[in-house]
RNA sequence: GGCCCCAUCGUCUAGUGGCCAAGGACACUUGGUUCUCAUCCAAGAGAUCAGGGGUUCAAAUCCCCUUGGGGCCA
C-alpha cells in the first residue's frame, strides 16, 4: 500500500513536471525477497495504468542488493571511501555495542557507536580481517550541522555528531540500505526524491555520503505515512491491506488511485472523484499534507462505488465474470449486473447478490415470504394472483416498465403494496434484500419466473 | 532513552492575518422516492481549530512553551 501510494506520487510529480524522469522506489522491506517485492510492485502499478517511458527501475529491499547485478559498482565506491579513508572496517562485537548503547541510554545520551576502531591502522585492520574476525564497514559521520531542504516540510535540521560512524556494508560485496540507495540515486541520476516521511532519519546520513563521494544532492520530499486506526503506520501487522488484496477483491484501479491520491493530498477545492488524468494535471508539491492520513476503507468502498456506477453493463460484466460460476453466458451476465450496479461495493460482493439468478433451485424459510402482518393464506392468494396475472403477459411485453404497468394497480387495489410485491420479489430471489421484483422478473425471464413463483406457492401450501 | 516530524468534526480534509461563532466529503441519524436493500435527493448531528502564553486593531492562520501522537535509531 505505502510503496503503491509512493509510486503514485511519483508518478503524478513526475507526469506534472512533464520532465523525462525515471522511477527509483526504495522499500526497506525485509520479509519478501526481492523477487516478489519487486513483481507485485510492477503487476499493481500496471493494473493501475501506471506506465513509464523507461519502465520502472528495479527496486526492492535493499538488502538484496547484494545479490543484484550491481555488485561491482557497490563496491568500488565502497573501497573508495575506504582508500580515502572515510570508512573504515569495525570489529566491535554485538555484545560490546549494546552494552555501549545501554550505558549511553542510562545516562540519557544519543546512543551512537563511538568509533572505537576507527582508531586501528590499516595494518590492524588487515590483520583482523586475516583472522577472519567478523566485521562491518563504517563510514565517518562528519560532525556538523547539517540541513536540507525538504519540498512539503521546508528546512529539515540535524546535527550529524548525534548519529556516530553508521555501517554502510557488512563486507565489500554486501552493502546495507543507505550505502546502495545513494550510489543508485546518482548512478540514475535522480533528482528528486521522493519516499515515505519514516525515511527523514535516514536523510542526513544519506546526505553526508554523497558528499564524501562528491555527488549532486537531489531534492528531497517526504511523504506522509498512512497509518492504520491505531494511527500507527500501517503495516502488516494490521492485516493484509495491499493494493493486491483490493485488486483481487473486485475494487477498481481508478478508485484506487483516486483514494491513494487524495491519501495525503487534496486538490484544494471540494471535489472528490479525479480520472489519472485529471490528478497528474492538478498535482501539485504544495498540497501535499504534513501529517499523517488514516487509512479508511469506507471511504475506499464509497469512491469504488462511485465508480461502478459509471461503468457500462458491457464493462461491468467484464469486471464482475472473476467473481461468478464459471461457463455463464455473457448475455446473463450483463442481465444480472445491472440489477446490482447500484448496490455494489466492491465486484466481489456480486457473487452472493447474484447466486439467486444463476441457482436452479431457491433455498429460503417459507416465512419470508410473508409480509409484515399478513399471514400465510393472504400470501398465498396474493401468489396466485400474481401468477394469474403474469401468466398472459406477452412475451414481448416481458419488461420492467411494462410489468410494473400491469402490477401495480393491483398492488395499490390491495392497499397495501408489500402484501403483493414482498412475497413477489422474496418468491424469486429468495432474500430478504435485493433488486426490485420487475427488474428481477425482467432479468429472470417469463418461464423462470413463473417456475419460480409456482414453487413458492407450493411451498407455502 | 536520544534525535526528527506532526497536531482543524470519529476519518480524509478546506483554510497561508479580517469574507470562519470554521466549509466539503466519508461514516452516522432522520425524512422522501415503486415492497426490501441500495442508489438518488433533502435535512441533522458532529471541531470551544490539543492546551497555555505572546505578536497584532484583528489569529485556526505568525512566534514561544507545554502536552499528545508518530517515525527513525538498537
Redesign the pocket.
Known amino acids: 500500500m505505502g510503496n503503491v501510494r509512493t509510486a503514485l506520487f511519483n508518478y503524478l510529480f513526475a507526469r506534472n513536471q512533464k520532465g523525462d524522469f525515471v522511477l527509483r522506489i526504495e522499500d526497506t522491506d525485509k520479509e519478501r525477497s526481492e523477487k516478489q517485492w519487486e513483481d507485485d510492485l510492477l503487476e499493481n502499478l500496471k493494473w493501475l495504468g501506471l506506465n513509464w517511458n523507461e519502465g520502472v527501475e528495479k527496486g526492492g529491499p535493499y538488502e538484496s542488493y547484494r545479490q543484484s547485478e550491481r555488485t561491482d559498482l557497490y563496491e568500488k565506491y565502497l573501497k573508495k571511501l575506504l582508500d580515502e579513508k572515510k570508512a573504515y572496517y569495525c570489529f566491535c562485537t554485538e555484545e560490546e555495542l549494546?552494552a555501549q548503547?545501554q550505558e549511553q541510554?542510562s545516562r540519557?545520551?544519543?546512543?551512537r557507536y563511538r568509533g572505537t576502531c576507527r582508531q586501528l591502522t590499516i595494518d590492524q585492520q588487515q590483520k583482523q580481517l586475516k583472522a577472519g574476525t567478523p566485521s562491518v564497514i563504517r563510514f565517518i559521520m562528519e560532525v556538523k550541522p547539517l540541513a536540507f531542504e525538504d519540498l512539503v516540510?521546508g528546512k529539515?535540521?540535524?546535527?550529524t555528531g548525534?548519529i556516530g560512524d553508521t555501517?554502510v556494508a557488512k563486507d565489500l560485496k554486501t552493502p546495507l540500505y543507505n550505502f546502495s540507495v545513494v550510489i543508485d540515486d546518482f548512478e540514475m541520476k535522480i533528482t528528486h526524491v521522493i519516499r515515505g516521511?519514516?525515511h527523514?532519519?535516514?536523510t542526513p546520513k544519506q546526505i553526508l555520503l554523497q558528499e564524501a563521494l562528491s555527488f549532486p544532492r537531489p531534492v528531497y520530499i517526504h511523504l506522509?505515512?498512512i497509518?492504520a486506526e491505531d494511527?500507527?503506520?500501517l503495516s502488516k501487522r494490521h492485516g493484509d491491506n495491499s493494493v493486491t488484496r483490493f485488486r483481487k477483491e473486485g475494487y477498481l484501479p481508478e478508485a484506487v488511485v483516486n483514494f491513494l491520491a487524495?491519501?495525503?493530498w487534496?486538490p484544494?477545492d471540494?471535489r472528490?472523484i479525479f480520472s489519472l488524468e485529471e490528478l497528474v494535471k492538478e498535482f501539485s508539491v504544495?498540497?501535499i499534507?504534513?501529517?499523517?492520513?488514516?487509512f479508511?476503507v469506507?471511504?475506499l468502498?464509497?469512491i469504488n462505488?462511485?465508480y461502478i456506477?459509471k461503468k457500462t453493463p458491457k464493462e461491468l460484466a467484464e469486471l464482475s465474470k472473476p467473481y461468478l460460476p464459471e461457463g455463464v453466458k455473457t448475455e446473463d451476465v450483463e442481465k444480472v449486473i445491472v440489477l446490482y450496479q447500484?448496490?455494489l461495493k466492491k465486484m466481489s460482493e456480486i457473487t452472493e447478490l447474484a447466486d439467486f439468478f444463476f441457482a436452479k433451485e431457491l433455498k429460503y424459510d417459507k416465512k419470508m415470504l410473508i409480509w409484515k402482518g399478513a399471514g400465510e393464506q393472504k400470501t398465498r392468494e396474493a401468489l396466485e394472483q400474481v401468477q394469474k396475472i403474469l401468466l398472459e403477459v406477452k412475451e414481448k411485453d416481458w419488461n420492467k416498465e411494462k410489468l410494473?404497468e400491469i402490477l401495480m394497480p393491483e398492488a395499490e387495489k390491495v392497499g397495501d403494496?408489500?402484501l403483493l410485491?414482498?412475497p413477489l420479489?422474496v418468491a424469486l430471489t429468495g432474500k430478504?434484500?435485493?433488486?426490485?421484483?420487475?427488474e428481477v422478473a425482467q432479468a429472470l425471464g417469463k418461464t423462470k419466473t413463473l417456475q419460480r413463483i409456482e414453487e413458492a406457492r407450493t411451498l407455502i401450501q
Open positions: 549494546e548503547r541510554m540519557g545520551e544519543a546512543p516540510r529539515v535540521q540535524f546535527d548525534l555501517v516521511e519514516d527523514i532519519a535516514n506522509p505515512l497509518l494511527r500507527t503506520k487524495l491519501l495525503g487534496n484544494g471540494e472528490e504544495e498540497k499534507q504534513k501529517a499523517g492520513a488514516v479508511n469506507k471511504r468502498d464509497w462505488g462511485a456506477r447500484a448496490r410494473q403494496r408489500g410485491l414482498w420479489r430478504e434484500a435485493s433488486a426490485g421484483p420487475f
